[in-house]
């Protein structure tokens, strides 16, 4: 998802987004959803989040997290 969609979908949620970074971003419209702020966390590709609007994002998010850190 876009950067601009995602500070819209941030708005709709009563979210200011700021100058915050997309992982910030979508962390605080976790929160305002109801869920978890996990995104971008998964190890090794584990997540049990099945029915996450961000899933398929975060995952390659966390993957690249984990290269960076080598």
Do not use: H
Not at 6 to 11: G, T
Not at 17 to 32: F, N, R, W, Y
Not at 56 to 67: H, I, N, V, Y
């Amino acid at each position: 998802m876009s950067m601009k969609n995602i500070r819209q979908l941030a708005k709709t949620l009563d979210v200011e987004p700021g100058k915050l970074s997309k992982t910030e971003l979508i962390k605080k419209i976790q929160v305002a959803e109801g869920n978890f702020d996990c995104y971008g966390s998964a190890i090794q590709g584990a997540c049990d989040q099945l029915d996450c609007t961000w899933r398929d994002d975060c995952l390659g998010e966390s993957s690249k997290l984990a290269e960076d850190a080598l």
